[in-house]
């Protein structure tokens, strides 16, 4: 039997890259899958369309994760849409992977772009956790994508740093908060990924000597290598796993 057989799924930020990725995993698990999106409607219609394809289920959600009332937003359509598929409103499994990325260096960080970083990256996963928790079953999952640049220096991406920093920290907590609940909470550390946001530097001659110069294994990461371990952190086999930091960055900068 499939692991995640009979397991609901929320996928924040799952119509591309990471989050897609961690989408058609869990499907391929035999999760009822919630696809998150934001702006990218077609692109989520094209994930749930792969899921269903490959024999799975999924269907998508839309909501802005930049404020409160956009969380608001997202319970009540995940509400909605669950009862409508199963005549239960309950879920098994949060993937906190939605999440906004900048260009600007330390210098030229303002005001405005820190406070949507924060909104984003962190506001959003925090009360979204809040909301969902009494739709969360016991004994479910919750895995927080945050970033490798926790443990590696790049001071080129410094307030995007410190959101993922943030991330981290609340991961420890919430998994001493969670508990007594047989919650488990875990953070995965992507390195560098090959997907549609990198692409544009990634998918040069310096882009591609440069991130296989970073990992061990002498290549980018793929949103599969990410998706396996966030499968793993989802399912019973990981029931004795929480409040771990998982880095998953190939071996960058050991």
Do not use: C
């Not at 405005?112 to 809040?130: M, R």
């Amino acid at each position: 039997m499939k692991r995640l057989h009979g397991k609901t799924a929320l996928v924040t930020g799952g119509s591309r890259g990471i989050g897609k990725g961690i989408a058609l995993r869990l499907a391929e698990e035999g999760a009822l899958v919630a696809v998150h999106y934001g702006n990218n409607r077609e692109a989520a219609t094209d994930v749930v369309r792969a899921i269903k394809d490959n024999g799975g289920n999924a269907f998508s959600i839309e909501a802005k994760l930049n404020s409160v009332a956009g969380v608001a937003e997202l319970i009540e359509s995940l509400r909605s849409e669950l009862t409508r598929a199963n005549g239960d409103s309950k879920f098994d499994i949060l993937i906190n992977n939605a999440g906004i990325g900048t260009s600007n260096t330390f210098e030229e960080t303002t005001e405005e772009s820190f406070d949507e970083l924060f909104a984003v990256n962190v506001k959003a996963p925090y009360f979204l956790i809040q909301q969902a928790l009494p739709l969360l079953r016991n004994e479910g999952r919750i895995v927080n994508i945050s970033s490798g640049v926790t443990r590696i220096a790049y001071p080129q991406l410094m307030a995007y740093n410190l959101t993922k920093g943030a991330i981290n920290t609340f991961t420890l907590h919430l998994a001493q908060l969670l508990g007594p609940r047989g919650i488990t909470v875990n953070a995965v550390l992507p390195g560098i990924v090959d997907t549609d946001v990198n692409a544009s530097w990634l998918h040069t001659p310096e882009g591609q000597k440069f991130a296989s110069e970073q990992s061990a294994f002498g290549r980018a990461g793929q949103p599969s290598d990410i998706a396996d371990i966030v499968a793993f952190l989802s399912s019973s086999d990981s029931r004795w796993v929480t409040g771990q930091l998982v880095d998953a960055t190939g071996g960058s900068h050991l």
